[in-house]
């Protein structure tokens, strides 16, 4: 039985109950692509970018911007020939300053947008994603006075 049986073949969504490594050996089972992104401690758009592009081993000029990285998961790689389908995974994506909330969903936008373009060849693109947990407080360290001191 598959993994993915009740996943629709294009979509965008939250890894939740998945986990990257049953998701890639469904890629395997299924003979699709399996693209690969961690993306914890990138700080900015343009190193999410870079990030993507480095693990999903693009050609550095698709992990300029969200346009080249768009381009690339969908133009590019259809240029190439045939696919047989496609399982990414954005891991920890970030919660930082520079890449807040609207950057995350921008982001995501150009991966849904890929699935669309996907779907209307036929071929399966299912993304799915992860946020960054959010640092506790004993890891960023006190401020103030320490209580007890």
């Known amino acids: ?9 294009n979509l965008v969504q939250s890894i939740r109950a998945y986990r990257a490594t049953e998701l ?36 550095r000029q698709c992990s300029k911007n969200f346009d080249a990285l768009r381009n690339c998961i969908t133009n590019v790689i259809a240029e190439a020939g045939p696919q047989p389908g ?19 969903e921008t982001l995501l936008d150009v991966f849904r947008d890929a699935a669309e373009f996907w779907a209307e060849k036929k071929v399966p693109f299912r993304v799915f994603y992860s946020f960054e947990e959010p640092q506790s407080p004993q890891s960023v360290g006190w401020v103030g006075a320490r209580p007890f001191e």
């Open 1 to 9: 039985m598959s993994l993915l049986m009740r996943v629709p073949p």
């Open 24 to 59: 890639q050996k469904e890629a395997g089972r299924l003979g699709h692509h399996f693209l690969y992104a961690h993306c914890a401690n990138a700080l900015t758009k343009q190193q999410v970018c870079a990030r993507i592009g480095e693990q999903f081993t693009f050609p």
């Open 86 to 104: 496609f399982i990414a995974v954005l891991d920890q994506l970030p919660n930082t300053q520079k890449f807040d909330k609207e950057a995350r």
